[in-house]
């Protein structure tokens, strides 16, 4: 079984930024795809951006391009979701997910494919 544990978000005005950290349990981190997926009210959760475990390949929805980055240290089981230029549109639930397999490309924004998930942490972005 894995764990995840998201921390850091909050409140924060348009333009600023966050950083959210999600910290893993288990062994076998280091095989992990890690995605970040978030859920406003009233819409379907939405993919975000993940990496792979060797962290050479990142992926980001369109939304977010250039202005959040992923990245994760693997030594502390831990990735990270740097948020920059925070938008109202932002404003959302944001989860942590897992996947055990090594997702081909087309696959990796399909969140039926992550294995564990965390509980969420709150972001709200004010305009």
């Known amino acids: 079984q894995v764990q995840l544990v998201e921390s850091g978000g909050g409140l924060v005005q348009a333009g600023g930024s966050l950083r959210l950290s999600c910290a893993a349990s288990?062994?076998?981190?280091?095989?992990?795809?890690m995605g970040w997926f978030r859920q406003a009210p009233g819409k379907e959760r939405e993919f975000v951006t993940a990496?792979?475990?060797?962290?050479?390949?990142?992926y980001y929805a369109d939304s977010v391009k250039g202005r959040f980055t992923i990245s994760r240290d693997n030594a502390k089981n831990t990735v990270y979701l740097q948020m920059n230029s925070l938008k109202p549109e932002d404003t959302a639930v944001y989860y942590c997910a897992a996947s055990v397999a090594d997702l081909p490309a087309k696959l990796i924004s399909n969140g039926a494919q992550y294995h564990y998930w965390g509980q969420g942490t709150q972001v709200t972005v004010s305009s």
């Open positions: 990496i792979r475990w060797s962290a050479t390949s990142t």
């Open positions: 288990g062994r076998t981190f280091m095989s992990y795809v």
